[in-house]
Structure formats: C-alpha cells, structure tokens
Nanobody, 122 residues
Framework: QVQLVESGGGLVQAGGSLRLSCAAS????????MAWFRQAPGKEREFVAV????????LYTDYATGRFTISRDNAKNTLYLQMNSLKPEETAVYYC???????????????WGQGTQVTVSS
C-alpha cells in the first residue's frame, strides 16, 4: 500500500492558479502510475490527468489540456498538479491516486488520498 496526502487546495478567483501536491509514503513510489481525479458536489469522480512512473508520458482530459500540468518528483515522492486559468465550474475535491496501470479509469487505482478542496470564485 501507498499512503497519499494531498495539499495545496484553497480558494482562488476565476482565472487564477493553484498548485496541488501529493506526498506519497509506504511502498516504493516509483513503479506506480500517478493520477489526479476530481469530484464536484453531486457529481461522479472524474479523471483529470495521469503520469507514468518515469514521468515520460502524460495524458490529460480535454478540459485540462493546455491549462493543467501534471508532474512528479520521485526523489521527493511527490506528485504535482499545476492548474492555471481556473474556472468556477472546476470547484471540486481533487484526489491523487496511485496504480500499476497508465489509465484514465478509476478502477485502475487502488491507492487514494483523502482529497483537497479547490474552490474557484466567480
């Protein structure tokens, strides 16, 4: 098992930026693909971005492409999500996840953090 703890959420105005972090501990961090998901009130959890263990490949959902950047620092056992030009409809709890597959599907991840709240005001 990998323990994941997100941080960096908060309140930001529309058009602003936030950088989320996810600190990992427990089992070796490097072999895992790491991803960000989000869940807005009353909605299902949805994929945001994923990165391979070596950081060589990334994949984003359409709304994140060009505005969000996922990265990882295996030496620090930390995953990041830089979010720019945020919109009010992106208010949600953002979760990081670790899994053994490079996938956009929730079912591919068996390690989850507790989430960090991101609120974008209009």
């Amino acid at each position: 098992q990998v323990q994941l703890v997100e941080s960096g959420g908060g309140l930001v105005q529309a058009g602003g930026s936030l950088r989320l972090s996810c600190a990992a501990s427990g089992r070796t961090f490097s072999p895992y693909a790491m991803a960000w998901f989000r869940q807005a009130p009353g909605k299902e959890r949805e994929f945001v971005a994923v990165i391979t263990w070596g950081g060589g490949s990334t994949l984003y959902t359409d709304y994140a492409t060009g505005r969000f950047t996922i990265s990882r620092d295996n030496a620090k056992n930390t995953l990041y999500l830089q979010m720019n030009s945020l919109k009010p409809e992106e208010t949600a709890v953002y979760y990081c996840a670790a899994g053994v597959e490079f996938t956009t599907h929730i079912s591919g991840y068996d390690n989850w953090g507790q989430g960090t709240q991101v609120t974008v005001s209009s």
